[in-house]
């Protein structure tokens, strides 16, 4: 029997009454709900957000600066660790949501009931009331929000004309909260957490000598993780692994067959840093909590020795992928910017190609990604959003040995454009089966 939080949201200190009464699985992560929020509410997600409890804020990774990526001594990624039910546990519990620094939506939301049944994956949240029309974006918070209000109501020409035109539409309805518009919102967003969750229920029951110990994340991190069984591993100045082990990390490396395409290779490099394989490996590993940073000394976690001990290298895959895709924000391994949202999509995308059951393109990756994530046809200005998101469906897939990559046939531009056929690994495919009813 699955539980349910019946919540209660109520945007503060609105002119008008704007509240909505929602179900949601209790397990949904900060970050997956405040997808809800948005679909629930009627915003366009186009601006930060925190969460907020007593004295706790858990943030966005995209409020702190990039650079601190390869710092794993800074706090990041709070809303990735939290879920729902840590906040909320009891009828009556409360918390809020920050929408938007400048206009600053405050939004009340008090768990009302907690329901225990079962519910499709299909229909995981639930708008069950709305009241009151969602304040335009950008209008300027509560006392802008009343101004448009004031306009529409006192019927100033000027005034009038000016807003009507920012609006687009002749009239504002500010207690009509489109209901239609609201339902067709949270069907999408229930679209992306059933495969968000359906992910979730991969099974895990691989066989390491067939499948695990050959994926390129595997081999790359054997000589570290070798090293870091002997016991703690000293760093440079700089805080970058010893140049010998670097260079036995570049050796696997070099037989790799993403690093068999490239156009341009070198035999021997100077640092880690000159190797993004190597690099985001690490990094990986790090946030896997299987390999912490202590005083400039890269060492094994508890559970990073337990494994390594009982040699369960299909556990040890199992935490770098989740962390891969959980924690790594990706824009540490390319020139993109952030694009985190759509970091959401790497899972449901390799559910897609298992369907097709079939080598797809990567444009056609892309117009998944658009079925799956209406949003992406609104917040695409520009091809780089769609070269971002293949680039590091490519980097993530080839690296933990769940898709292969070859060029589309004549394709010059293979290289500058990251145009190719993916196929889906066999071994991935099998681990891939969703046990899980959709419906």
């Known amino acids: 029997m699955a539980t349910l939080y019946r919540l209660q949201i109520t945007l503060q200190d609105a002119p008008v009454a704007i509240n909505r009464t929602i179900e949601v699985p209790d397990t949904l992560s900060l970050n997956q709900f405040h997808l809800v929020l948005q679909a629930v509410m009627g915003w366009e997600n186009s601006h930060l957000y925190q969460f907020e409890q007593g004295n706790q804020i858990w943030t966005h990774p995209a409020f702190l600066d990039p650079s601190y990526d390869i710092d794993s001594e800074f706090v990041r990624d709070q809303d990735c660790e939290a879920v729902l039910c840590m906040l909320l546990q ?8 920050l929408y938007d620094f400048g206009d600053h939506w405050v939004h009340d939301i008090e768990l009302i009931a907690i329901v225990h049944r079962e519910f499709s994956l299909s229909q995981a949240v639930t708008l069950l009331e709305a009241k009151g029309a969602c304040p335009p974006e950008d209008v300027g918070g509560v006392d802008g929000y009343a101004q448009l209000l004031a306009a529409f ?12 035109l920012w609006l687009g539409c002749e009239q504002w309805d500010a207690g009509n909260a489109k209901a239609d518009v609201l339902a067709k919102r949270v069907q999408e967003v229930n679209n992306l957490l059933l495969h968000s969750v359906r992910a979730h229920f991969i099974n895990w029951a691989l066989n390491p000598s067939d499948y695990v110990n050959h994926t390129p994340i595997m081999q790359l991190l054997q000589p570290l993780l070798t090293v870091l ?16 082990l670097v260079q036995a990390m570049f050796n696997v490396e070099q037989t790799l067959p993403c690093w068999q395409q490239r156009r341009f290779k070198v035999s021997k490099i100077h640092s880690e840093q000159e190797s993004a394989l190597i690099s985001i490996s690490r990094l990986i590993a790090q946030k896997s909590g299987l390999v912490k940073l202590s005083a400039n000394k890269l060492q094994l976690t508890k559970t990073g020795e337990k494994l390594l001990l009982a040699q369960d290298h299909a556990k040890i895959y199992q935490k770098l992928l989740a ?15 952030d694009f985190s949202f759509y970091q959401l999509g790497f899972m449901p995308m390799l559910d897609y190609l298992q369907q097709a059951g079939t080598d797809i393109t990567s444009d056609a990756l892309i117009e998944m990604l658009r079925q799956w994530l209406p949003e992406f046809d609104v917040e695409t200005y520009d091809d780089y959003i769609d070269d971002a998101f293949v680039s590091r469906f490519k980097f993530i897939g080839e690296l933990f040995g769940l898709i292969s990559v070859k060029p589309l046939p004549d394709d010059e531009l293979y ?16 681990m891939l089966r969703f046990p899980y009813p959709v419906m």
């Not at 069984?229 to 010998?244: D, F, H, R, S």
């Not at 962390?323 to 910017?337: C, I």
């Not at 290289?415 to 099998?430: K, M, V």
């Open 323 to 337: 962390a891969a895709l959980d924690k790594l924000r990706w824009t540490s391994f390319d020139g993109y910017p």
């Open 229 to 244: 069984y002997a016991g703690p591993l000293k760093l440079t100045v700089k805080g970058n692994l010893p140049l010998k």
């Open 153 to 164: 109501a006192n019927e100033d020409a000027e005034e009038l004309a000016g807003y009507q």
């Open 415 to 430: 290289l500058l454009r990251d145009r190719f056929s993916i196929t889906l690994n066999p071994e991935a495919a099998a």
């Open 90 to 97: 009891n009828v009556g519990d409360t918390m809020q949501y």
